[in-house]
């Protein structure tokens, strides 16, 4: 099983960053996916989850700003991240949890860094 996050990089205030969590090993559609971040010195967590039905929900830092989807005939997850701001900056990781049997599996994860 491996989760691959791709897209992160260097961006300037107010800027866009779209995040790929690409997943092989399991059946896609049967995981609840969700991104974390970890910024440096604080505790991992969490800025968006999607259920396998397709439900979301937001950390209130994000709302309005980010929002995530998903492709399952493509095992894709897919964080897009408008209005960027400085304290976006972290490692942002990929999560995925079985539905049922509540096995879990992380990305490596992808450094965002939003600076001017």
């Known amino acids: 099983v491996q989760l691959m996050e791709s897209g992160g990089g260097l961006v300037q205030p107010g800027g866009s960053l779209r995040l790929s969590c690409a997943a092989s090993?399991?059946?896609?559609?049967?995981?609840?996916l969700a991104w974390l971040r970890q910024a440096p010195g604080k505790q991992r967590e969490l800025v968006a989850a999607?259920?396998?039905?397709?439900?979301?929900n937001y950390a209130d830092s994000v709302k309005g700003r980010f929002t995530i989807s998903r492709d399952n005939a493509k095992n894709t997850m897919y964080l897009q991240m408008n209005s960027l701001k400085p304290e976006d900056t972290a490692v942002y990781y990929c999560?995925?949890?079985?539905?049922?049997?509540?096995?879990?599996?992380w990305g490596q994860g992808t450094q965002v860094t939003v600076s001017s």
């Open positions: 999560n995925a949890d079985h539905r049922i049997t509540g096995r879990d599996y």
């Open positions: 090993g399991i059946i896609f559609s049967n995981y609840n």
């Open positions: 999607i259920t396998s039905g397709g439900r979301t």
